[in-house]
């Protein structure tokens, strides 16, 4: 059976899908990319904005529309918080809630009676994950969140924090690594509060995972700024511990995150940055800010803007606020209007361009190990543009040769150029070195 996996929305999600495909080969059954030719599809559906459960819908509609005979599971947050009608959408045959996911592989092999013999154990078959088309790989450590920021829905979808073994995160990093995977990025709902129910924490995790496993590159996903430990800082003076971290800020003003139900205030952020900063060079640090949140005066909006052009991010997610039913913001009063939403969103995109293209621009002249993808853009003259990227997560492009292959390699490369917000590079050494 051909089995294709979908997902919207964040990392975890994708750290699912891997878990999953594994599964499913395990039982003997095929990965494919192609949807149109899948016997069944799998979607990982998202809810953490209005839009976002809209979107939902719409992929799994077009999914069924574009390959009716196929058979159709939904899980996820969008699938979890609305099941009767996902279950109620033309095509689909399995919906497995956030609760069951562990199990989603096995319901659906049961429950569709798809169960067959597993052949892979005597046919070498393709790897999952290079069956989708990565190079690294989502490692799901943690799910739930103990908190309830009043703009997220998520958590109620998630549930209760659960962390998985330690042990568990060892092994199937080292199976990785042995599939030849080079780079992990560990993820979690709230990645933070890992081994809040195991007696241990996260600093923990990675001080094994360095430990016990050679896997090259290890990753952090979105990680709450609150719960950073004293010894947390320490762990990046191994390199293999990537130099850059997602820390959500949501608002640079006090007074909002106090509504938002946010435990970090902007000075203790920005303690975290210039700490961060100050021990690594070139340090890249990223976040996501809601604009227009309800009740953001005037005076709000230039108090977050203010901070956020003063700690100077290398990337910024911007998400502009929707009432989210279920959720305690969505019953706050003063609702900002779509236009001074939309005016405030366009104003903080040129804000954040020009600190994505300063801090690009902070790393032209430095040589990099970058981990080179495994897609390419062919281009005139026997040359292909192939891209990947540095530790501290700059998208870098790069020149070789139509003969010559450098996927899921780590090289040095010399950061020449900035090209529209991503940066051009040298690879340092000889063709020979960069032969298939």
């Known amino acids: 059976m051909k089995v294709h996996l979908k997902t919207l929305g964040c990392r975890l999600n994708e750290a699912e899908l891997e878990t999953w495909a594994q599964a499913f080969q395990k039982s003997g059954h ?3 990319r192609q949807a149109q030719v899948a016997n069944l599809i799998v979607i990982n559906s998202c809810a953490v904005t209005q839009d976002a459960a809209r979107k939902s819908r719409q992929l799994i509609r077009r999914i069924h529309r574009d390959n009716p005979q196929a058979k159709l599971v939904v899980s996820g947050c969008y699938a979890t918080l609305n099941q009767d009608e996902a279950a109620s959408l033309l095509g689909v045959d399995l919906v497995v809630s956030n609760k069951d996911k562990d199990q989603l592989v096995e319901k659906t092999l049961t429950e569709l009676n798809m169960a067959v013999m597993p052949s892979m154990s ?21 799910d739930g969140c103990r908190y309830r920021c009043t703009f997220c829905i998520v958590t109620v979808a998630r549930g209760e924090e659960v962390s998985r073994p330690v042990q568990a995160v060892i092994d199937e990093i080292n199976t990785l690594h042995q599939q030849g995977i080079t780079e992990v990025i560990l993820t979690g709902v709230h990645l933070g509060g890992y081994g809040s129910d195991l007696g241990n924490n996260l600093s923990t995790l990675i001080s094994t995972i360095l430990a016990e496993t050679t896997i090259p590159r290890l990753r952090l996903g979105s990680l709450e700024p609150w719960e950073l430990s004293d010894d947390f800082f320490a762990l990046f003076q191994n390199p293999r511990l990537m130099p850059h971290l997602h820390l959500p800020l949501q608002s640079g003003s006090d007074t909002v995150l106090r509504r938002m139900a946010r435990r970090c205030k902007t000075e203790e952020f920005a303690t975290i940055v210039n700490q961060l900063r100050a021990q690594i060079p070139h340090f890249n640090v990223t976040t996501d800010i809601i604009v227009g949140f309800p ?10 803007y203010n901070f956020i052009k003063k700690i100077g991010f290398g990337h910024v997610h911007i998400f502009t606020y929707s009432s989210r039913e279920g959720t305690k913001a969505a019953s706050l009063p003063n609702q900002l209007n779509g236009d001074i939403k939309k005016q405030r969103s366009q104003q903080l995109h040129i804000l954040a361009n020009d600190m994505k293209l300063q801090f690009c621009k902070d790393n032209l002249g ?6 080179w993808e495994g897609y390419n853009e062919p ?3 026997g040359k292909q543009k192939v891209f990947g990227y540095t530790p501290n997560y700059l998208k870098v492009s790069s020149l070789i ?18 090209e529209e917000l991503s940066i051009f590079g040298e690879i340092i050494g000889s063709p020979l070195s960069l032969s298939s």
Do not use: C, D
Not at 125 to 140: D, P
Not at 366 to 371: K, S
Not at 401 to 418: F, G, P
């Open 295 to 304: 009740g953001e005066t005037e005076e709000e909006w230039q108090e977050s």
């Open 30 to 32: 095929q990965i494919t």
């Open 366 to 371: 430095y040589e990099f190990p970058v981990l």
């Open 379 to 381: 281009l005139e003259g």
């Open 401 to 418: 040769n139509n003969h010559e292959s450098v996927e899921n390699q780590t090289i040095s490369t010399r950061l020449i150029a900035v």
């Open 122 to 142: 005597t046919e070498p078959g393709e790897i999952s994950l290079f069956t989708r088309g990565r190079q690294r790989a989502f490692v799901k450590v943690q």
